[in-house]
């Protein structure tokens, strides 16, 4: 086909010449995305931002809405201009949000088109996104570039914002709330984005407005922000009391259980009530630590108060309080150290999508729209921290953070320290049912048994429970991490997924055989960079900035050498 055009070129036929619908070759090239043709047809003078077509539109925008990201970049290389606007007023970017094309839209941002340029009525690609765009996206893609939230067209004067609720665009009106959107522009008839969305009969989004403006108000309150300040504080003091207080409500003397049930549910109730007016919404997470945090206190308090004056074996009273103390520094390790999150400059995010552009892989496996960032391998976006963290592991629901390349060793030895802790704490228990318990497994039978040590000391079973539960646990996922790191070289994310592929795949999948398996001494070598008695030496891999297997495979055929 090249070929013919060449003759038919050569042989006298203008390529600016337009057919009988204006429309140019340039812009039937750039609509099928044959990029020898353009460049062809514009080594002999065709116009690259020639106006035609029922739209009156360039060969950009032709290239733009049909998504062709190679297109768009050689047409702009060729001098095409980004802020020109078509028959309908848009420019590129306003098509590449309508059409919803991320990454055309984060090519033409990292080229410098700006991000609150206005089409011919005044908007901005983000209004444009709450008003026409259904839907998360392409709103949360944009936000992540900094637009101004609170910017108005020329017409209605409406805000992004103004739109969505006018659409009945609810995730856009999310998104806009949490980003921080105003609540008090009014647009040329005066009305607040309340007094849109009540006219909209949406309930819903008049319970979300309603919402954002009780708990920007709760951040002007001066008491109110000394407790969200304190909140994660207050969450932890909390739990602990609600514990001693179920342990306190069991152990009492009275034989009514029914009472104490009802006690118990109030409790529960008191602890809901809190959580939800005083409790953000981004530090709900940590809701499971604090319990975690309060169950090792009163598990702790227990041994000291109950069992310790049971027990005379020196060794054993400082082994439990080496693991105790043990389990509490890896704890805040593991917490407060960067998991590895993947930080790169503005600057470097833009050039890292032209780079990943032109290289014609700026796709969902190696570029982040939620981060803006260049994902290196084995790393993987978390919803809840809303990052991208290098060899992801998991979001641990216990510690309230992600786990990746920067804190997974010592989420091993909190583990561990942890599951120790257990096992004495276990111990402890049985040895004080024996010395204070007037009742025999083998004498009485498994109910009697049961029975009458709750009974004996209902406070002691409570702290029984607790442990199983933390002990059984952490235990487990202490093997499967084990199992993970020696045996299979990989993450628990990287597991999870090769089993799904497993299932789904008609081939068989080995969870032994991937580039990251080494053998397992050198698996633990590279895990815990030590060179296993000079044996074997750790590799140092920066996993946030590996981007390729190249020299992974050429490592592992060293080792098999």
């Given amino acids: 086909m090249l070929e013919r055009c060449r003759e038919l070129v050569e042989a006298g036929y203008d390529v600016r010449q337009p057919d009988k619908e204006n429309v140019t070759l340039l812009h039937w090239a750039a609509i099928n995305n044959r990029q020898e043709l353009v460049k062809y047809y514009i080594s002999k003078g065709a116009v690259v931002d020639q106006l035609g077509g029922d739209l ?8 733009v809405r049909q998504g062709h ?3 768009v970049m050689l047409l702009l290389k060729c001098g095409a201009d980004p802020s020109l606007i078509d028959g309908e007023g848009f420019s590129g970017i306003h098509l590449a949000v309508l059409f919803q094309h991320m990454p055309i839209i984060a090519y033409l941002i990292a080229k410098g088109q700006n991000i609150d340029t206005t089409d011919l009525n005044g908007q901005t690609p983000l209004m444009l996104a709450a008003q026409k765009a259904m839907g998360p996206e392409p709103t949360r893609f944009l936000l992540k570039f900094n637009p101004s939230l609170n910017a108005v067209d020329n017409v209605q004067k409406n805000t992004a914002l103004h739109w969505a609720i006018a659409s009945g665009n609810t995730s856009a009106v999310d998104l ?3 980003a921080g959107a105003s609540l008090d522009i009014k647009n040329v008839k005066g009305e607040t984005p309340l007094d849109l969305a009540y006219q909209s009969l949406d309930r819903f989004t008049v319970y979300m407005i309603k919402a954002e403006e009780r708990m920007r108000s709760r951040r002007s309150s001066g008491l109110l922000q000394v407790v969200e300040k304190y909140e994660l504080f ?9 514990m001693w207080a179920i342990g306190y409500v069991m152990n009492l003397s009275s034989d009514s259980w029914l009472l104490k049930g009802v006690v118990l549910l109030c409790l529960l109730f008191v602890m809901a009530l809190f959580v939800r007016h005083l409790v953000g919404f981004k530090n709900l997470r940590y809701l499971p630590t604090a319990f975690l945090l309060s169950s090792v206190f009163w598990m702790a308090m227990t041994w000291f108060f109950w069992f310790l004056p049971d027990i005379t074996d020196r060794i054993l009273q400082l082994s439990v309080m080496f693991s105790t103390v043990g389990f509490l520094y890896y704890f805040y390790k593991t917490w407060k150290t960067d998991p590895g999150y993947i930080k790169t400059s503005e600057e470097e995010r833009k050039e890292n ?14 570029f982040c729209t939620s981060c803006l960032v260049r994902k290196p391998l084995r790393s993987v976006h978390c919803l809840a921290c809303q990052a991208c ?37 276990l111990y402890g228990t049985l040895l004080y049912w024996s010395n204070h318990c007037a009742t025999s497994y083998h004498q009485d039978g498994a109910w009697t ?7 004996c000391s209902p406070w002691v079973a409570y702290i029984f429970t607790l442990t199983c539960f933390h002990t059984a646990w952490a235990s487990l996922s202490l093997t499967v991490q084990l199992y993970q790191i020696v045996f299979l070289g990989l993450t628990s994310h990287e597991r999870m997924n090769l089993l799904m592929q497993r299932k789904s795949s008609k081939h068989p999948v080995s969870l032994r055989r991937t580039p990251y398996n080494l053998g397992c001494f050198q698996n633990l070598a590279d895990f815990f960079q030590c060179s296993c008695f ?17 020299h992974l495979a050429k490592e592992k055929n060293v080792h098999a050498v």
């Fill in 56 to 63: 009156n539109s360039t060969p950009l925008h032709w290239a």
């Fill in 234 to 242: 207050l969450m932890l003091a909390t739990s602990l009391t609600l």
């Fill in 534 to 550: 000079g044996l074997f030496k750790p590799n140092g891999i920066d996993w946030t900035k590996q981007y390729n297997l190249f």
């Fill in 389 to 425: 963290v290098a060899r992801y592991d998991q979001h641990s629901l216990w510690i309230g953070q992600c786990i990746g390349v920067g804190n997974h060793r010592p989420y091993i030895l909190f583990l561990t320290f942890l599951s120790v802790t257990g096992v004495w704490l």
């Fill in 69 to 71: 990201l190679p297109m």
């Fill in 449 to 455: 048994y049961f029975t009458q040590i709750v009974y």
């Fill in 353 to 366: 999508i032209v780079a990943l552009a032109e290289g014609g892989c700026l796709d969902s496996r190696t």
């Fill in 176 to 178: 806009l709330l949490e």
